[in-house]
């Protein structure tokens, strides 16, 4: 490490925050105060081959490193994916990546790059970020709970330390079992919460009842649609938009309770696409959470939609987990 003179070390000020999801990967540079200094993206899907998405990742990393101040500025990296182990460093059968078995992906980029790595699953993440930056800032018991990219998972925040289980893998809220014998998760289980609360779930569950149920709609190429569209349809007084959405809240509500039961936490922090429903799911999700909650913590638990932006909570979330990796670089 550089030095300003014969006794006091340079303290490097930023870290390098990544977001890897299946259709996108996101990366930047993140400076001590949690600001953005610079940022790009590249989609992930067009690489099957894992060593050669590595390959691709290191350098754009390197290159937006070497155009915004150069490596002897940059402290570590964070990386955010799904299906991962921060105890582990890899990537474990995720369900929803092109990279299938067990990708010690931490190692591979830090070989490349010669500084620290550290990863973690992108729910664990987002409740670092959430808690650094965002709507838990100041909280010590509380649950981020993600539903986006046909994923739904969670982390939770006990006592102001994230629960990560044996492996890393506490808090997979979406493959809780909500109906035996149901749809088929890509985790090769049936009946996950996932299958149903997320925006493949949604559009699965209105191709379902326009298939089985005689209720009136206006809804076509529903596949093509996002959250957001389709709640334009409820808005409109589509019957079934409303009717599948409030079939969706209800679900998830039940889950949220079951989970604020176990955990007691101060408040429910939801992100993701879905949130994007507003009403047309946030209200059956509470009516069926106050329902089904354990009465004492029902009063007591707070339901909030996060705060950040959805293009930036994941890379300031990594770069947290950045920061408390040990520091090593072959630079020094």
């Not at 990742?57 to 150069?70: D, P, Q, S, Y």
């Not at 990546?97 to 790595?117: H, Y």
């Not at 739904?152 to 997979?172: I, K, Q, V």
């Not at 389709?230 to 079934?240: N, T």
Request: aromatic share 8%.
């Amino acid at each position: 490490m550089e030095k300003t003179d014969d006794t006091v070390d340079q303290i490097k000020t930023r870290v390098v925050g990544i977001d890897i999801r299946l259709e996108r990967t996101t990366y930047g540079i993140v400076d001590i105060r949690g600001e953005i200094v610079a940022q790009d993206y590249f989609d992930t899907s067009e690489y099957n081959d894992v060593n050669e998405y590595i390959t691709v990742l290191a350098e754009k990393v390197i290159t937006l490193m070497e155009e915004n101040g150069g490596y002897e500025s940059i402290r570590s990296i964070g990386i955010s994916a799904p299906s991962s182990s921060c105890i582990t460093g890899c990537i474990e059968n995720a369900a929803n990546l092109p990279w299938k078995g067990v990708i010690p992906l931490a190692a591979m980029l830090r070989d490349r790059v010669g500084m620290a790595v550290a990863l973690a699953n992108d729910a664990h993440i987002t409740a670092l970020g959430e808690k650094a930056y965002g709507s838990a800032h100041g909280m010590k018991d509380f649950v981020v709970v993600s539903m986006s990219h046909g994923g739904l998972g969670s982390c939770f925040f006990s006592n102001g330390m994230p629960h990560l289980g044996t492996m890393g893998f506490a808090g997979e809220l979406g493959h809780v079992c909500v109906e035996v014998g149901g749809r088929q998760c890509g985790c090769g289980n049936k009946g996950c919460l996932e299958t149903y609360c997320t925006k493949n779930g949604l559009i699965k569950t209105i191709e379902e009842m326009m298939e089985k149920e005689d209720i009136p709609t206006t809804l076509e190429n529903v596949r093509e649609m996002d959250v957001a569209a389709l709640a334009k349809y409820c808005d409109k007084g589509d019957e079934l938009a409303i009717e599948a959405f409030y079939r969706t809240g209800t679900m998830l509500g039940f889950a949220l309770a079951n989970y604020a039961s176990v955990l007691n936490p101060e408040a429910i922090i939801l992100t993701g696409d879905m949130t994007q429903a507003g009403k047309w799911l946030m209200k059956p999700m509470r009516k069926s959470f106050d329902e089904h909650v354990f009465p004492n913590i029902r009063e007591n638990t707070r339901i909030l939609v996060s705060i950040l932006k959805e293009g930036e909570r994941d890379v300031l979330g990594a770069s947290a987990l950045a920061w408390d990796v040990k520091e090593y670089s072959l630079f020094k």
